[in-house]
């Protein structure tokens, strides 16, 4: 009988297995056909405000995907299963050409607001990003600055050798591309891996970025990512910043910029345009 359980337990187990197979090779499948479809994908545009130029100097590139049959897929339920996949490779591309070719105009207008993209591991390491990121600037006849990468602290300690993709971080800070570590406070950087890695900044997680005012811990969590990023040179933004009194306190905490509901939503690029143009002061 115990047997008999263990067998129904397992054959449950292996269905289950093959239903999330199945779900996600459809889900890659949509995925591969709305990148020929034009307006499956888009990109929303987040804006980064720094606290001494008291203006938002870059916006932060996020995947939006309208599904045909099942609407708006948020990108946390569709990234993790593309970076599995080569499919990745053609995403960013992607990601990158349209994000250039939305922002130029901004760049070049008196605003000067650049862009950030959220890459993967896999986009760095066996091909040559760096060339692509340099042709994809010339085409749009932009200088490297208006331009950022952002990769996530776990993703990048979870790599067994830092130096593949170490080398290309260092080829795009070197060329003038922006580097920032995501969701910083997350993943298990050592304080010797964090120092070899060429990178602009941190972007402090928005888990530690709340109650301020009252949550003393996270005050702390947040000064000393600060004194970490000072240590190494390297600048903060914090991330998730949804109440005023917490972006106040980022600022007071030394924080050079911000991110998050109080400063902007993620806009679609007209509505960003239009965000730009108002002037816009943070919480109104
Ligand atoms: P992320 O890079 O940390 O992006 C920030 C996420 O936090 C975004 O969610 C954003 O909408 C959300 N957010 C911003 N401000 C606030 C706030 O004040 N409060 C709250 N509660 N949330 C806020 P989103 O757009 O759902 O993206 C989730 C993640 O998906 C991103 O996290 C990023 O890791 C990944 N992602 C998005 N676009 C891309 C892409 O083009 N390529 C890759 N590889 N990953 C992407
Ligand atoms: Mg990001
Ligand atoms: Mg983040
Ligand atoms: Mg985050």
């Known amino acids: 009988d115990h047997a008999r359980h ?13 239903l999330r197979v199945q779900h996600n090779l459809a889900l890659l499948g949509d995925l591969r056909r709305a990148l020929a479809t034009e307006g499956e ?16 100097t870059h916006v932060e590139a996020l995947l939006r995907w309208d599904h045909p049959q099942q ?3 948020p990108p946390g339920d569709f990234v993790p299963i593309l970076e ?19 922002i130029a105009p901004l760049w070049k207008s008196s605003a000067r607001v650049g862009v950030c993209i959220n890459v993967s591991p896999q986009n760095l390491v066996g091909r040559d990003f760096v060339g692509a990121v340099r042709k994809a600037l010339a085409r749009h006849d932009l200088p490297p600055e208006a ?11 979870a790599q067994e050798s830092l130096g593949p993709i170490t080398e290309t971080l260092r080829a795009l800070t070197n060329a003038g591309v922006k580097v920032w570590l995501d969701d910083f406070g997350t993943g298990a950087s050592t304080l010797i891996r964090l120092q070899q890695l060429p990178a602009t900044g941190l972007k402090i997680d928005r888990s530690f970025t709340q109650d301020l005012a009252e949550n003393r811990r996270n005050r702390d969590l947040v000064r000393i990512s600060v004194d970490i990023a000072r240590l190494l040179g390297l600048e903060v933004i914090a991330e998730g ?7 106040d306190a980022v600022s007071v905490l030394g924080c050079d910029a911000s991110q998050g509901y109080f400063v902007g939503h993620p806009l679609p690029i007209d509505k960003l345009a239009d965000f730009l143009r108002a002037g816009e002061t943070p919480g109104s």
Request: hydrophobic share 40%.
């Open 71 to 73: 609407g708006r897929i």
């Open 41 to 56: 994908l888009k990109l929303a545009y987040q804006p980064v405000r720094s606290f001494e130029q008291r203006r938002v």
């Open 84 to 102: 599995q996949s080569s499919l990745i490779q053609p995403i960013t591309d992607w990601v990158l050409q349209r994000a250039l070719e939305e």
């Open 147 to 157: 331009l950022g990468v952002e990769l996530t602290e776990t993703q990048l300690m």
């Open 241 to 247: 910043i949804e109440e005023k009194s917490d972006y």
């Open 6 to 18: 263990m067998f129904q337990q397992f054959a449950v187990f292996e269905n289950e297995m093959e």
